[in-house]
């Protein structure tokens, strides 16, 4: 563990004692006397860009599914996951359980602590395999994946949008492609090899898959010329894959003590102009919402809550669905529960341990409330089924058609899933009650820090 994270080394040293419960069972194992592991593997698959109906699971009628069907069959379908509007502040929020205004985004320093990292004190091998972005899209050493708790990274550090990807090997440079077609299979053949290197376990397995985000494109074998319809191609690539990844943990007789966690970044891209741009070639991917309103970028529910599936046999309940209030956020607390490591003290968190949620012993969850958040800017909050849109909204994204509307919004997400009818004025209470928790959202606390996909350069 790196020196600038010594405080979290001091909150584990004071809870030696629950350490040691976890340590004693890891300890067994490693000696080889036959105990069963009781720490799960996981397995996060997480794609790029893919919109919240682009599942059969979640309603796609074109997109044929059946890995991810099966997964969401054998484990529970969350209605109601949520990410972050755009890749880089997702990616941090997700590893870290920190709103991006606290993790920053692309620009995630090296001062922030990643479940991996936390897993790697308690006995876990860790991989990240492909899309990184978290570090600027370059190679600053220390805000790579080796040095943010992955033993072990094969993947570009950025996005696809110039219709090629640079790859490294831990640190190391290790080439480029131009064909997206070969990605989703070159990221899910690099993941099968490393769990089967690392089948002992614990290990924790971050699958980052560049597609669907543009510019997208399909192996020969997955097109389908008839349709016409190059997204939906891809995300049954996608699909394929994932199901080669699920064989293969059944075949090492992992699939009881594996956690599978699959999900996607942001909302899709809409077909707004300003996304045309010549070098997406007119290959945007043109993925759907679904039931929500608006796309990749926004805060209206479509940018912003994504397909979620867990599957963890004997576990988590199989053939469920669950509507509670559930975040990327969450994961590492909910982690922490799982795998016996201690949640960072000496910082906010802003996720909640769901564990209760995931093995269906509560139905609620505990997440009361969710932020918004597009870039640095704090947007919308979430309680039960009401949401508020904040007035004055400066910030938007050139991906969707939406505008800020100026106007204070109020939706009932239960009654009114698409955002269609602001019943602001019809319920002032609940709007005073939701402006007061808007009140307590976190705030970028320096205003030097913005994020920036690539750092302006230093001044002079
Ligand atoms: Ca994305």
Redesign the pocket.
């Known amino acids: 563990m790196k020196s600038s994270k010594i405080i979290s080394t001091i909150s584990v040293l004071r809870s030696l004692p629950s350490l040691l419960l976890i340590a004693l069972p890891l300890a067994a194992i490693l000696t080889g006397c036959g105990k069963k592991q009781t720490q799960p593997n996981i397995v996060i698959i997480f794609t790029?860009?893919q919109g919240y109906g682009d599942l059969g699971c979640f309603g796609s009628e074109t997109i044929r599914s059946p890995n991810l069907d099966k997964l969401a069959a054998d484990g529970t379908r969350f209605t109601d996951f949520y990410v972050q509007p755009?890749?880089g502040p997702?990616r941090s929020a997700l590893l870290t359980a920190r709103y991006p205004v606290r993790s920053l985004g692309w620009s995630m320093p090296e001062s922030e602590i990643t479940f991996a990292e936390l897993m790697q004190d308690v006995g876990y091998r860790t991989a990240c395999i492909g899309k990184w972005?978290v570090s600027n899209r370059r190679p600053f050493i220390e805000r790579m994946p080796n040095n943010q708790g992955f033993d072990y990274y094969f993947g570009p550090l950025g996005?696809n949008d110039s219709d090629k990807v640079t790859f490294h090997e831990n640190n190391d440079a290790a080439g480029r492609t131009n064909d997206m077609a070969s990605l989703t299979k070159l990221y899910t053949d690099k993941g099968i090899d490393w769990l089967k290197e690392n089948k002992e376990g614990p290990f924790l397995l971050y699958l980052s898959h560049t597609m669907v985000?543009s510019v997208i494109d399909a192996s020969p074998e997955f097109r389908v010329e008839a349709r016409g319809n190059l997204y939906d191609d891809t995300i049954e690539e996608l699909d394929f894959h994932a199901g080669r990844l699920l064989d293969t943990l059944d075949e090492l007789g992992l699939r009881e003590n594996t956690l599978v966690i699959f999900t996607?970044?942001?909302g899709p891209w809409s077909n707004h102009e300003e996304s045309l741009g010549p070098k997406h070639k007119g290959q945007i991917g043109w993925g759907t919402s679904g039931p929500l309103r608006a796309a990749?970028g926004s805060t209206y529910e479509g940018g912003l809550r994504v397909p979620g599936i867990m599957r963890w046999p004997g576990h988590i309940p199989a053939g469920r669905v669950s509507d509670a209030i559930i975040s990327s956020l969450d994961l590492l607390p909910t982690f922490a529960k799982l795998t016996g490591f201690e949640v960072p003290a000496d910082r906010p968190i802003d996720g909640f341990d769901q564990t209760d949620l995931l093995l269906g012993k509560s139905e609620e969850g505990a997440r009361d409330h969710l932020y918004y958040y597009c870039r640095e800017e704090f947007q919308c909050v979430r309680q039960g089924k009401w949401k508020l849109v904040m007035p004055d909204l400066k910030v938007f994204r050139g991906y969707v058609d939406e505008r800020p509307s100026g106007k204070i919004e109020l939706y009932d997400l239960e009654n009114d899933i698409g955002e269609s009818t602001n019943v602001a004025a019809g319920h002032p209470d609940i709007v005073k009650q939701l402006l007061e928790l808007a009140a307590q959202a976190p705030q970028l606390d320096d205003p030097t820090k913005l994020t920036y996909i690539n750092p302006p350069a230093p001044k002079p």
Do not use: F, I
């Open positions: 790029d860009d755009v890749c997702s972005d996005a985000h996607s970044d942001n990749k």
